[in-house]
């Protein structure tokens, strides 16, 4: 078995695109046109590998200062993304392989942002075992929620309640269009935060313009103005809540609660097994922030880790 290892360029944007549509834990953010959005930011060190030829892994990556590098410092998750039909055995000597292609670039450290193994549309947890054995250390765990949505606990009372006022409200959801859900979002933000979005609404809109498929906003509106609404990242087989933002008139209304169980249906419609809030950390996963924790076990979800290693390549 030959394994080669080569540092992404423009050239290769086919074979990075064809180990994609076979992957097994591959997401739409791995796609060149969303980690090239805000391309500018990172100085990319991006890998392929091909075994005989064949082009059967890749891993998003970028290098920083002092040769740390990460995978991928502008994206949720990052690591070893591998073709369906790979072998355990050969995913892990092509990580091995690409580790020390990075530690022959100039690279020191390696922090690997893994993608949680429900996010995968088969079993992949070579990523983790290859990471152990190689002596990385796990530095970071937030605890995240994940609803199922076939046999789900359902919401609790309040939430239910929520439902009532909702419809009782006259609030309808459906799709909208980014701009007046971000104005929301960042309006929330300011107030509770001090600060913007991580992604502004130009930010956004680009992204849904180049994934309109995978990148959904649904928002509940009273007499046309938006009150809550999430901006959802469809994975196929998961759907994850990127944005919720209710206003003060959507807190009094129940609409987050009726944009959930809305998203709840059309997801269930389109056969997605799970909904994924995401984290509910603080201080790099070692602080709870228990309300929001609360808000979204109301509906159902419990807990699932997303990971992150450190260690020498």
């Not at 070893?80 to 000597?93: K, Y």
């Not at 022959?104 to 152990?132: D, H, M, N, T």
């Amino acid at each position: 078995m030959s394994i080669r290892i080569e540092r992404y360029h423009a050239a290769l944007a086919e074979p990075w695109a064809e180990i994609l549509r076979n992957a097994r834990n591959g997401i739409f953010q791995f796609e060149r046109p969303y980690m090239e959005y805000h391309g500018d930011r990172f100085d990319d060190i991006s890998l392929l590998a091909f075994v005989d030829d064949q082009p059967v892994a890749l891993m998003p990556a970028a290098i920083g200062p002092e040769g740390m590098v990460t995978s991928h410092p502008g994206l949720t998750f990052g690591g070893l993304v591998v073709d369906r039909r790979m072998r355990s055995g050969q995913a892990i000597e092509v990580f091995d392989a690409m580790l020390h292609h990075l530690r022959e670039a100039g690279a020191r450290r390696c922090l690997i942002k893994v993608l949680p193994q429900v996010f995968a549309s088969y079993p992949s947890a070579e990523i983790e075992y290859a990471l152990w054995r190689r002596g990385f250390t796990l530095c970071r765990r937030d605890l995240s929620s994940l609803l199922p949505l076939r046999g789900a606990l359902g919401f609790n009372g309040d939430k239910m309640r929520g439902i009532k006022k909702a419809k009782k409200a006259g609030l309808d959801v459906g799709e909208e269009r980014i701009p007046p859900f971000h104005d929301l979002l960042r309006s929330v933000w300011q107030e509770r935060h001090g600060i913007d979005p991580v992604h502004s609404s130009a930010d956004l809109e680009l992204l849904q313009s180049r994934f309109s498929a995978h990148i959904l906003c649904r928002c509940a509106r009273r007499e046309g103005t938006v009150v809550a609404g999430a901006l959802v990242f469809d994975y196929g087989h998961v759907w994850h809540t990127q944005y919720l933002a209710s206003s003060a008139e959507g807190r009094e209304t129940g609409g987050l609660d009726l944009v959930v169980a809305e998203l709840i249906r059309e997801a269930g419609e389109r056969g997605v097994d799970h909904l994924s809030f995401g984290a509910s950390t603080l201080e790099a996963g070692r602080a709870i922030n228990d309300g929001l924790l609360w808000q979204k076990e109301s509906y159902g979800a419990r807990a699932i880790v997303h990971d992150f290693y450190e260690g020498t390549p």
